[in-house]
């Protein structure tokens, strides 16, 4: 092409910056210049409307004339600011005359009914979150936990290593009564996922459920503290067992009670099982809120 190295550095240039974009996307060209006053009115307005229409595949992209005297002089700029759409290598319209914002909105609406425009990718968490909300919701309520785990399922599917859709997955699978299934699934995560926050979770929802007990045997534990009230052992596997049957309030004042009596018998185990089902529950529950403040008024009261 007869070109010199500075012009074919320019072309290379605006081939990766602008042309192969604009293959899928509606590319703004702006060609401007650093003294140019009414550019620099222009200049935050493009960035705006570049920026509001980035989810429907429109890019913008500046072009100094003063830097690229060879690239202006092929689109035969007299003026600037230039602006140009452009499509798959082409200009497909001159943006020029639209100085505002909602004349240049207008002129891309009809350019994105024109031409066929890639939008950006849908972000599959606009479509799992809201699932994942309302399985927590779910959770929460009384015979709910079929319907969670059918909305858990479904967030999994889109986003198969969600933490937020696992932890919600296995702690239904614990209310559901399926703990061996709650179990597989937590033990066969990478140690990656089983550090996020979510799964903390399920975990507690699992090991707390693994102390479940057939009720013969669960008032014999109590017949046991009852004869021994100074038994802390005795005292937290009833408390164990009562939050397996999900009697969170006997749990709850079983553990209390031997922190009351003695905060720090078995290295804390009695305040860490508390504090795991305060994480288990969620932290903004009121009754993890209420419970807390029992803590707190016999550690610091």
């Keep these: 092409m007869g070109l010199t190295t500075e012009e074919q550095k320019a072309v290379d240039a605006f081939r990766k910056d602008i ?5 899928d996307k509606l590319v703004i060209v702006d060609f401007w210049a650093d003294w140019c006053g009414p550019c620099k009115e222009l200049t935050p307005i493009l960035e705006k409307v570049a ?5 429907k595949g429109v890019l913008l992209a500046k072009v100094d004339v003063d830097e690229n005297k060879f690239i202006a002089s092929q689109f035969q700029i007299r003026s600037i600011p230039t602006v140009y759409a452009m499509f798959q290598g082409q200009p497909v319209a001159d943006l020029s005359p639209a100085r505002t914002e909602p004349q240049i909105t207008e002129m891309l609406d009809r350019l994105l009914e024109q031409f066929p425009v890639q939008g950006a990718p849908l972000d599959p968490m606009a479509d799992v979150e809201p699932l994942i909300a309302a399985g927590e919701e779910l959770l929460s309520a ?3 936990a079929e319907k969670a785990y059918a909305l858990f399922t479904d967030a999994i599917a889109v986003v198969p290593e969600h933490p937020g859709a696992l932890s919600g997955l296995i702690r239904a699978l614990v209310l559901l009564d399926r703990l061996e299934e709650a179990a597989a699934i ?3 995560l990478s140690d990656e996922v089983k550090r996020e926050p979510a799964l903390e979770r399920a975990r507690a ?3 707390i459920a693994a102390e479940a007990v057939d009720p013969s045997e669960l008032a014999a534990m109590q017949h046991a503290v009852d004869t021994n009230p100074d038994d802390h052992q005795a005292r937290f596997d009833l408390a164990n067992a009562h939050m397996a049957a999900g009697n969170r309030d006997a749990a709850a004042d079983g553990l209390l009670h031997i922190i009351a009596s003695d905060r720090e018998w078995n290295g804390g185990a009695a305040r860490a099982r ?3 089902i305060f994480e288990m529950i969620g932290l903004s529950d009121p009754w993890v809120s209420a419970t807390r403040r029992k803590l707190s008024a016999i550690l610091f009261g």
Excluded: F, N, W
């Excluded at 042309?19 to 293959?23: A, D, I, K, Q, T």
């Design 51 to 55: 920026a509001d229409y980035a989810d």
């Design 142 to 144: 009384d015979g709910g």
């Design 19 to 23: 042309v192969e974009p604009s293959m």
């Design 205 to 207: 929802a699992v090991t």
């Design 186 to 188: 937590y033990d066969h």
């Design 274 to 276: 508390l504090l795991e």
